[in-house]
C-alpha cells in the first residue's frame, strides 16, 4: 500500500508540475525518467528473483497484452510476486492473512498461491490449484513440492480430478506428473506414492521407467569408483 500511496504521489507531482509555465523540460524529463529507472530496475530484480514462469498465465496476465501505458497498473502486483518468490520471506503468515482477508482482487489467486507454501501449507496451494488451474499444478509443485507427502497429495488429488472428468488434458497431465515423479525418487519411495487402488498396468510404464533409471545411477556410480580405483593403482 505505501508503495502504490508513493506511486501515485508521484503522478499527482509530475501532473502538477507539467502545468507550471516555468518547469524545463529537462526538468520534467529527469522526473519522468527517474519512475522509468525504478520500475526497470525492479523489473530486472523480478528476474534475478526467478519469478515463477506459470504466473504469466495466472490472471490478470493471461487474457491480456498490457501495453507501455498499463506497465503501471500491474507494476506492485509484479512486485509483490517478485519479493514472495526471492528470500524476502518475512512474516508470511501475517502476510496470508491480509491476502485472504479482502475481497476478491487483481491477482490475488498468485498471491496465494505464494504465500500458502511459505506457511508450510503447501497442500492447501495444491487443492486451490486443481480447482482454479490445475494445468500449472506440475510446475508449481516442482517449486514448493519438498517431501514424498506433497507428491502423494498431488498424486491422489489430480486421479480424483481426472476420475469425475475424463478430460485429455487431464490425462496427459497426469503422465507428466508421474514422469517426473519417478525421476525424482528411488524406486522403493515412487512405489509408495502410487495408489493403492491404481490400475498396475497403467502404473507400469512408469515404474520401469523408476527402476531403469535408478540402475543407470548405480552403473554410472560403479563405473566412476572402478575408474578410480584404476587411476589409484597407477
Known amino acids: 500500500d505505501n508503495g502504490i500511496c508513493k506511486h501515485e504521489l508521484w503522478l499527482q507531482i509530475i501532473e502538477s508540475i507539467e502545468n507550471i509555465n516555468n518547469l524545463t523540460e529537462e526538468m520534467y524529463n529527469q522526473i519522468k525518467k527517474r519512475l522509468s529507472d525504478h520500475q526497470k530496475k525492479f523489473i530486472n530484480q523480478v528476474e534475478l528473483f526467478k519469478t515463477c514462469n506459470w504466473l504469466t ?3 490478470p496476465f493471461e487474457s491480456i497484452q498490457i501495453t507501455e501505458n498499463q506497465e503501471w497498473d500491474y507494476f506492485y502486483l509484479r512486485k509483490l510476486q517478485g519479493l514472495l518468490c526471492s528470500d524476502f520471506k518475512k512474516e508470511p503468515d501475517y ?3 491480509i491476502f485472504e482477508s479482502k475481497e476478491s482482487y487483481e491477482g490475488q489467486f498468485s498471491l496465494l498461491l505464494l504465500t500458502l507454501p511459505l506457511c508450510n501449507k503447501v497442500e ?3 487443492e486451490m490449484l486443481i480447482q482454479i488451474k490445475p494445468s500449472i499444478s506440475l510446475e508449481f509443485a516442482k517449486v514448493f513440492c ?3 507427502k506433497h ?3 498431488l498424486i491422489t488429488i489430480l486421479l480424483n480430478l481426472i476420475q469425475s472428468n475424463q478430460n485429455e488434458n487431464y490425462f496427459k497431465l497426469f503422465d507428466s506428473l508421474l514422469e517426473h515423479v519417478s525421476t525424482i525418487f528411488e524406486p522403493d519411495i515412487f512405489l ?3 495408489p493403492d487402488n491404481g490400475n498396475i498396468r497403467f502404473f507400469f510404464k512408469f515404474i520401469d521407467h523408476c ?3 535408478h540402475r543407470a545411477v548405480q552403473l554410472q556410480k560403479e563405473i566412476e569408483q572402478k575408474a578410480i580405483r584404476e587411476e589409484q593403482t597407477f
Do not use: C, D, M, P
Open 57 to 59: 498465465i495466472l490472471a
Open 95 to 97: 502476510l496470508l492473512q
Open 124 to 126: 492447501k496451494a495444491l
Open 146 to 148: 519438498t517431501n514424498e
Open 151 to 153: 507428491w502423494e497429495f
Open 192 to 194: 509408495q506414492l502410487l
Open 211 to 213: 527402476f531403469a533409471r
